[in-house]
């Protein structure tokens, strides 16, 4: 008998295997996160909106709340964000906001709750 050292070729396929389905299993697990991470990024961007325009209003009370043209510097989307605000009275504002990687899209409503799908003022809904 020789002394060979060794994996055999059983030995190296069953690690492959092994190797495998642990892949399967964690890849769909992660598979939404990019998703997820858009989603949260336009949730941030509304509660960044949210503290610019209080700001805004109690700076400027007898003008209102602002567009995102009357806040300045005070706001900015992130990368790939768009938010549009709307119905922008001295009662409320709403505003409604997408991310370029993903179809979903949030909302969020301060006052006036014309926006569908949004139950309590300043939370972000996304639907």
């Keep these: 008998m020789s002394d060979r050292k060794g994996f055999t070729l059983i030995e190296l396929l069953i690690v492959v295997v092994i190797i495998g389905i642990l892949a399967a299993i964690a890849i769909p697990k992660f598979a939404n996160t990019k998703e997820k991470a858009y989603i949260a990024s ?14 805004y209003f109690s700076d400027n009370i007898a003008a209102g709340y602002g567009a995102i043209g009357d806040l300045g510097t005070a706001y900015n989307t992130s990368q790939g964000v ?10 409320g504002w709403q505003a409604v906001g997408t991310h370029t990687g993903t179809t979903t899209t949030c909302s969020v ?19």
Excluded at 42 to 55: C, F, G, P, Q, W
Aim: hydrophobic fraction near 35%.
């Design 42 to 55: 336009v949730k941030s961007d509304l509660r960044n909106l949210i503290t610019a325009e209080e700001s």
């Design 82 to 91: 768009t938010v549009v605000v709307s119905n922008n009275s001295g009662l």
């Design 109 to 127: 409503s301060i006052g006036d709750r014309a926006v569908a799908n949004t139950v309590n003022d300043g939370e972000p809904i996304c639907t």
